[in-house]
């Protein structure tokens, strides 16, 4: 069955390290976005991707980063820059230009915790 | 400007009640569709229903049903007699203009009770 992949599902980093969330879609999908989901905050965009070797920077980019070397995945890069990174991260897709009307697959998130 | 608003945080409930779960939304398009995700705790989003502003029928599929008012800018979401299988966080959500993005609303977290 087609889907998406996120891996880990749980991952701990240490402070002033870096890690890096994998998402892997089975979909053919154009378009791929990252989220963080903070308690009581609802889904804030991270990053997303229209299209293979490019992407754009979404309302919370700062101290993230992100390649689409494929088309089927898009692997996002927590850096030590980011100060709070402990949050549920969630990778989603969607055909290209097919967002508005048939909304997003998500993958089950990554929970990543400092510690 | 595009905006989802789902006013109600946390609603709790005790199994077999009806609950409404509110949203309403801002946006500047003539034509645009609406989602409802839910988030069990296992975290994925499910993709619930997506609606068209051309048509303003209530959508009912078993237990869940949809009221979207395009007067009031509201896509309400009524779960009738509640199981403890429906509690989840619940997200309406819009596109963002011409953009192939979505804007989520900040959800509804529902408990129902045995």
């Known amino acids: 069955d087609g889907g998406i992949t996120q891996s880990p599902k749980y991952l701990f980093r240490k402070e002033g390290q870096n890690v890096t969330l994998s998402c892997e879609q089975n979909?053919?999908?154009?378009?791929m976005y990252w989220y963080r989901q903070d308690p009581g905050q609802g889904l804030r965009l991270i990053y997303y991707?229209?299209?293979?070797?490019?992407?754009q920077k979404g309302d919370i980019a700062e101290g993230y980063s992100v390649s689409r070397e494929k088309k089927e995945s898009f692997p996002l890069t927590v850096t030590s820059a980011q100060k709070n990174p402990t949050a549920f991260y969630l990778c989603?897709?969607?055909?290209?230009?097919?967002?508005?009307?048939?909304?997003?697959?998500f993958g089950s998130g990554t929970r990543l915790t400092v510690v | 400007a595009q905006k989802v608003t789902q006013a109600q945080t946390e609603i709790s409930v005790v199994e077999k009640e009806d609950v409404t779960l509110d949203c309403v939304y801002e946006t500047r398009d003539t034509t645009y569709y609406l989602f409802w995700y839910k988030q069990p705790p296992s975290g994925e989003l499910v993709f619930l229903i997506r609606r068209n502003s051309f048509d303003e029928q209530n959508e009912i599929s078993g237990r869940y049903s949809w009221n979207f008012q395009k007067s009031t800018s509201s896509f309400n979401f009524t779960i009738t007699a509640s199981q403890v299988v429906d509690s989840a966080v619940y997200f309406c959500a819009l596109p963002l203009g011409a953009t192939n993005k979505l804007i989520f609303g900040t959800g509804t977290l529902l408990a129902v009770q045995p």
């Open positions: 991707s229209q299209i293979v070797n490019d992407f």
């Open positions: 989603a897709s969607s055909p290209q230009g097919g967002a508005r009307s048939y909304g997003y697959t």
């Open positions: 979909l053919n999908h154009d378009a």
